[in-house]
């Protein structure tokens, strides 16, 4: 499958008064076009912050890497480049969509300003562009809706304007942020059905971003998991869920609530992941990992393919490892 967006050794540090913050060190991650890519962890991997720096959006430096699209690489535009890009080839919706929406106009007033931005179409076309995608994310009786204001609307409901605002220009990548956490189940599950029925109908390209396992097995094609700034496993779904690899993603496998117990019981994983301000030498998951070895401690383990389409970053897939030990260095 074609290769949409390739980001290569992305780096991404914070200043503040404390130090620098490594946010994404080394993200390497590719989106192919039409399918799901789910990028997975707890917060604080990393994962906003790569989501963000696509957008350029993000209030870090991108210090190092890459992010091919379309032949150009984003870290290098201009801002006003970006700005053509933004809204238009990629789109992203957050998880509170109050804070995206301007409570004081009405919702169809704000699509059809996003129209108006990006496509050079008559008042009238970008209103009947709005019903028309109104219609496509299941808002009812759109020409009534349209008058109305954000707050006249439900939180699932102000999800799926959101997502209309997304898609309206059409973009070929759509980057979703946590877009169903605060979505009670039920409306959950019908905004994740929809995004699948959106990606059949437009071929649309998704990342979405989550910490929530159960989101990721509904609608994913591949998964990445990031855990302290680093993507640790790779593979495609079948692969995350039933061939994990690395041990922080069976402990994320083991904290999704079972359907069988009585009460939603999470099994979390102990302990917290590293300071980012000073990364551990060795592996990050060092400290948290039951199967923890000398050579962990010492040493980055270094990216193993499992399949063409499956790697980890764990010493114990590294042939190495035994090696390492014995000898003291890599
Ligand atoms: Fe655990 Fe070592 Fe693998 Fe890191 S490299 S996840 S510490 S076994």
Same mark, same amino acid.
């Given at each position: 499958?074609? %290769?949409?967006?390739?980001?290569?050794?992305?780096?991404?540090?914070?200043?503040?008064?404390?130090?620098?913050?490594?946010?994404?060190?080394?993200?390497?991650?590719?989106?192919?076009?039409?399918?799901?890519?789910?990028?997975?962890?707890?917060?604080?991997?990393?994962?906003?912050?790569?989501?963000?720096?696509?957008?350029?959006?993000?209030?870090?430096?991108? %210090?190092?890497?890459?992010?091919?699209?379309?032949?150009?690489?984003?870290?290098?535009?201009?801002?006003?480049?970006?700005?053509?890009?933004?809204?238009?080839?990629?789109?992203? #919706?957050?998880?509170?969509?109050?804070?995206?929406?301007?409570?004081?106009?009405?919702?169809?007033?704000? #699509?059809?300003?996003?129209?108006?931005?990006?496509?050079?179409?008559?008042?009238?076309?970008?209103?009947?562009?709005?019903?028309?995608?109104?219609?496509?994310?299941?808002?009812?009786?759109?020409?009534?809706?349209?008058?109305?204001?954000?707050?006249?609307?439900?939180?699932?409901?102000?999800?799926?304007?959101?997502?209309?605002?997304?898609?309206?220009?059409?973009?070929?990548?759509?980057?979703?942020?946590?877009?169903?956490?605060?979505?009670?189940?039920?409306?959950?599950?019908?905004?994740?059905?929809?995004?699948?029925?959106?990606?059949?109908?437009?071929?649309?390209?998704?990342?979405?971003?989550?910490?929530?396992?159960?989101?990721?097995?509904?609608?994913?094609?591949?998964?990445?998991?990031?855990?302290?700034?680093?993507?640790?496993?790779?593979?495609?779904?079948?692969? #995350?869920?039933?061939?994990?690899?690395?041990?922080?993603?069976?402990?994320?496998?083991?904290?999704?609530?079972?359907?069988?117990?009585?009460?939603?019981?999470?099994?979390?994983?102990?302990?917290?992941?590293?300071?980012?301000?000073?990364?551990?030498?060795?592996?990050?998951?060092?400290?948290?990992?039951?199967?923890?070895?000398?050579?962990?401690?010492?040493?980055?383990?270094? %990216? %193993?393919?499992?399949?063409?389409?499956?790697?980890?970053?764990?010493?114990?897939?590294?042939?190495?490892?035994?090696?390492?030990?014995?000898?003291?260095?890599?």
């Amino acid at each position: 499958s074609e %290769t949409i967006l390739e980001i290569k050794d992305l780096h991404v540090s914070f200043t503040t008064y404390g130090g620098e913050v490594q946010a994404v060190r080394g993200v390497n991650v590719t989106l192919n076009r039409g399918e799901t890519l789910a990028i997975v962890g707890e917060s604080g991997c990393g994962k906003t912050v790569t989501s963000q720096s696509i957008m350029r959006l993000t209030a870090g430096n991108i %210090t190092k890497g890459s992010i091919r699209f379309k032949g150009k690489d984003l870290t290098r535009l201009t801002e006003k480049q970006m700005r053509d890009i933004r809204g238009s080839d990629i789109s992203m #919706i957050f998880q509170d969509p109050m804070t995206s929406l301007n409570p004081t106009l009405t919702v169809g007033k704000q #699509i059809i300003e996003g129209v108006e931005r990006h496509q050079n179409i008559s008042r009238h076309d970008a209103e009947r562009l709005a019903l028309e995608i109104f219609d496509w994310v299941g808002i009812a009786n759109g020409k009534e809706r349209l008058k109305q204001y954000p707050h006249q609307f439900s939180g699932g409901m102000r999800q799926r304007i959101m997502i209309a605002m997304a898609l309206v220009c059409k973009p070929s990548i759509l980057i979703a942020d946590e877009p169903t956490t605060a979505l009670d189940v039920t409306i959950q599950a019908q905004i994740l059905e929809l995004f699948k029925e959106i990606q059949r109908e437009t071929g649309v390209s998704i990342i979405l971003i989550t910490h929530d396992m159960g989101v990721v097995a509904q609608v994913s094609d591949r998964i990445a998991i990031m855990y302290a700034g680093k993507v640790v496993e790779i593979g495609r779904r079948k692969d #995350i869920f039933y061939r994990p690899q690395h041990p922080y993603t069976k402990g994320l496998l083991h904290s999704i609530p079972r359907m069988d117990s009585e009460e939603d019981e999470l099994i979390p994983i102990p302990g917290t992941p590293p300071d980012l301000f000073s990364p551990p030498k060795g592996c990050p998951f060092v400290a948290r990992c039951p199967f923890a070895m000398e050579v962990c401690e010492q040493y980055q383990p270094i %990216t %193993t393919a499992i399949s063409s389409d499956h790697a980890v970053d764990c010493w114990l897939q590294d042939e190495r490892a035994k090696q390492v030990t014995f000898t003291g260095e890599v």
